[in-house]
């Protein structure tokens, strides 16, 4: 497939979180399948890293903290049909948890967010406290540990793991968003639709070699490649409006304890329509 085509917005620099749920936009890159200078790969990208200037697909438990500066364009994003990459670690099962510390392990603000709105309502446990540096006091005594990424494609060693994208499905109906499109709000509509058409280009040519992408992936990380290709055959590359709920509801049940704002940023169209919060 050819490289994504450039418009007359290449100053605008792409931020790509680089992780295991988008590796089929990120591994073409770094394997030299297509050949653009305006995406940039950077693992664990927060709120923090765009700056207004810039546009970005980052995992959408960050957004509500750009939302004065950036809309959301659902023409692009990456959404998790009832299984993914976002786990919770028990020593038993997790109906014999009762109250536990939750030790947060090296995951994203939308893993953590998900892990707090399934916690209590879902598997009946109570947060007793927070905390994500292994070292911390109380780390070695958590009974919940949470995990994405590569590692939460890898069984325990002893235990039990529940995959968090299900458990929201089976909770609310509805799919996990893990990541959107954020664009600077002063961002014209053809730069927005050019930045789109070449995002979808990047999608199509790692769809198209995805057998690729995962067999690059557990040979780098030893992993079961039936176990991803479950995980990345079910993704959806955008969003339609149940997702949107969806992403409302997890801000709504999973922001509690946390300083993280609630209020999404403007969804924008391609050409500029704004079809609601």
Same mark, same amino acid.
């Given at each position: 497939?050819?490289? /994504?085509?450039?418009? *007359? *917005?290449?100053?605008?620099?792409?931020?790509?979180?680089?992780?295991?749920?988008?590796?089929?936009?990120? &591994?073409?890159?770094?394997?030299?399948?297509?050949?653009?200078?305006?995406?940039?790969?950077?693992?664990?990208?927060? !709120?923090?890293?765009?700056?207004?200037? *810039?546009?970005?697909?980052? /995992?959408?438990?960050?957004?509500?903290?750009?939302?004065?500066?950036?809309?959301?364009?659902?023409?692009?994003?990456? +959404?998790?049909?009832?299984?993914?990459?976002?786990?919770?670690?028990? /020593? +038993?099962?997790?109906?014999?948890?009762?109250?536990?510390?939750?030790?947060?392990?090296?995951?994203?603000?939308?893993?953590?967010?998900?892990?707090?709105?399934? &916690?209590?309502?879902?598997?009946?446990?109570?947060?007793?406290?927070? +905390?994500?540096?292994?070292?911390?006091?109380?780390?070695?005594?958590?009974?919940?540990?949470?995990?994405?990424?590569?590692?939460?494609?890898? *069984?325990?060693?002893?235990?039990?793991?529940?995959?968090?994208?299900?458990?929201?499905?089976?909770?609310?109906? &509805?799919?996990? +968003?893990?990541?959107?499109?954020?664009? /600077?709000?002063?961002?014209?509509?053809?730069?927005?639709?050019?930045?789109?058409?070449?995002?979808?280009?990047?999608?199509?040519?790692?769809?198209?070699?995805?057998?690729?992408?995962?067999?690059?992936?557990?040979?780098?990380?030893?992993?079961?490649?039936?176990? &991803?290709?479950?995980?990345?055959?079910?993704?959806?590359?955008?969003?339609?409006?149940?997702?949107?709920?969806?992403?409302?509801?997890?801000? !709504?049940?999973?922001?509690?304890?946390?300083?993280?704002?609630?209020?999404?940023?403007?969804?924008?169209?391609?050409?500029?329509?704004?079809?609601?919060?």
């Amino acid at each position: 497939m050819s490289a /994504p085509a450039r418009g *007359n *917005n290449d100053h605008m620099q792409v931020f790509l979180d680089d992780t295991l749920i988008t590796a089929l936009l990120t &591994l073409p890159i770094r394997e030299g399948w297509v050949d653009t200078e305006r995406f940039s790969r950077q693992p664990g990208i927060r !709120a923090s890293d765009v700056a207004p200037e *810039n546009a970005a697909l980052l /995992p959408a438990g960050e957004m509500s903290a750009l939302a004065g500066s950036h809309a959301i364009v659902p023409e692009v994003a990456v +959404v998790c049909d009832g299984v993914g990459a976002i786990a919770m670690r028990t /020593p +038993v099962r997790p109906d014999g948890v009762e109250a536990s510390i939750i030790h947060l392990y090296d995951v994203s603000r939308t893993a953590e967010l998900l892990l707090r709105a399934t &916690l209590r309502p879902f598997f009946g446990i109570t947060a007793s406290e927070f +905390v994500a540096d292994a070292s911390a006091e109380g780390a070695a005594e958590a009974q919940v540990v949470l995990v994405e990424g590569i590692e939460a494609m890898r *069984n325990p060693e002893a235990g039990f793991q529940e995959d968090l994208c299900r458990a929201w499905f089976i909770l609310t109906g &509805l799919r996990l +968003v893990s990541h959107v499109l954020i664009v /600077p709000i002063a961002s014209s509509d053809d730069d927005v639709a050019t930045l789109v058409r070449d995002l979808r280009q990047l999608i199509d040519t790692g769809v198209e070699r995805r057998r690729d992408v995962r067999m690059a992936l557990a040979a780098d990380n030893d992993l079961d490649r039936d176990r &991803l290709a479950e995980v990345t055959n079910r993704l959806r590359w955008s969003l339609e409006r149940p997702d949107v709920d969806s992403l409302q509801m997890l801000f !709504a049940r999973g922001t509690w304890g946390t300083t993280v704002p609630r209020t999404m940023p403007t969804l924008r169209a391609a050409g500029g329509d704004t079809p609601g919060r």
